[in-house]
């Protein structure tokens, strides 16, 4: 249940976003001289396809419910951007609907892996799927030779990368966990639903394991990984978390024998 002030601070922001909004913004046609700014509440719930009173009780934050689509015509008639839309969706006390897009990375986030160069480092998305990388991560993940590598399904699913990585069911329990806890994250994400089930169906383990529900969360660590060359090396490895994109992850190994 939504607090009082929960119910004003999304009241104000409905006022903010439709007060910034012009008539001809929102294709409306041009009007007499308006004394307040934007839209009036009365031409934004006509846009949205609801009870021009009911929008008034939302601005007022009366203690009534909105449903998600009609959350959705709000946000489509307002304008707002995939932020503001998660913003109005966590004031009215749900969870925005999740859609299977492909993630991808800025230019600049792409380079940063290169600039790491000759430490192995890549960039993964939410779901685990690798958004980028230099060729020294390649040369010790053959999975980033894929057109569109995903950890998971390499772990899990590649029987090379049992021999690349020598504890593996150490770190495929603990992939595992952080998968179910990023899943928790993103309820009705289909994303997440479509990769456990591909998992379930090709691994025996995730079948045995999953339905222990352990949970764990990324961060930084030491893993051993056999080397092409130079064979099993311990590694120490570091997670950062992107600031404007938060589900996707840059990862940096580096050598951790001593000196």
Request: with cysteine; charged share 25%.
């Given at each position: 249940?939504?607090?009082?002030?929960?119910?004003?601070?999304?009241?104000?922001?409905?006022r903010?976003?439709?007060?910034?909004?012009?008539?001809?913004q929102?294709?409306?046609?041009?009007t007499?001289r308006?004394r307040?700014?934007?839209?009036?509440?009365?031409?934004?719930a006509?846009?949205?396809?609801?009870?021009?009173?009911?929008?008034?009780?939302?601005?007022?934050?009366?203690d009534?419910q909105?449903?998600?689509?009609?959350?959705?015509a709000?946000?489509?008639?307002l304008?707002?951007?995939p932020?503001?839309k998660?913003?109005?969706?966590?004031?009215?006390?749900?969870?925005?609907?999740?859609?299977?897009?492909?993630?991808?990375?800025?230019?600049?986030?792409?380079a940063?892996?290169?600039?790491?160069?000759?430490?192995?480092?890549?960039?993964?998305?939410?779901?685990?799927d690798?958004l980028?990388?230099?060729?020294a991560?390649?040369e010790?993940?053959?999975?980033l030779?894929?057109?569109?590598?995903?950890?998971?399904?390499?772990?899990?699913?590649?029987?090379?990368?049992?021999?690349?990585?020598?504890d593996?069911?150490?770190?495929?329990r603990?992939l595992?966990?952080?998968?179910r806890t990023?899943a928790g994250?993103?309820?009705?994400?289909?994303r997440?639903?479509?990769?456990?089930?591909?998992l379930h169906?090709a691994?025996?383990?995730v079948?045995?394991?999953?339905?222990?529900h352990?949970?764990?969360?990324?961060?930084?660590?030491?893993?051993?990984?056999?080397?092409?060359?130079?064979?099993p090396?311990?590694?120490?490895?570091?997670?950062?978390?992107?600031?404007?994109?938060?589900?996707?992850?840059?990862?940096?190994?580096?050598?951790?024998?001593?000196c």
């Amino acid at each position: 249940m939504r607090t009082p002030e929960q119910r004003r601070e999304m009241g104000t922001f409905l006022r903010s976003r439709r007060e910034r909004l012009t008539p001809a913004q929102a294709g409306l046609p041009r009007t007499s001289r308006r004394r307040t700014p934007g839209l009036r509440r009365e031409e934004l719930a006509v846009l949205a396809g609801i009870s021009a009173t009911w929008y008034t009780y939302l601005e007022q934050g009366r203690d009534v419910q909105a449903s998600d689509q009609v959350l959705d015509a709000l946000a489509s008639a307002l304008g707002l951007d995939p932020s503001e839309k998660d913003h109005l969706f966590r004031l009215a006390g749900r969870t925005r609907p999740q859609t299977r897009e492909a993630e991808t990375i800025t230019a600049e986030v792409a380079a940063v892996p290169q600039l790491l160069h000759p430490h192995p480092a890549y960039v993964i998305g939410a779901t685990y799927d690798v958004l980028g990388h230099n060729q020294a991560a390649a040369e010790l993940f053959p999975v980033l030779h894929q057109e569109k590598p995903n950890f998971a399904r390499w772990t899990f699913t590649d029987p090379l990368a049992r021999e690349i990585v020598v504890d593996w069911e150490k770190e495929a329990r603990g992939l595992l966990a952080r998968l179910r806890t990023l899943a928790g994250r993103h309820p009705g994400d289909e994303r997440f639903a479509a990769l456990i089930d591909e998992l379930h169906d090709a691994s025996q383990e995730v079948r045995s394991w999953w339905p222990h529900h352990e949970v764990q969360d990324q961060g930084s660590g030491r893993k051993r990984l056999r080397h092409p060359e130079s064979g099993p090396l311990d590694y120490a490895y570091t997670a950062f978390h992107l600031a404007e994109q938060p589900d996707q992850t840059l990862v940096v190994y580096a050598d951790a024998r001593p000196c």
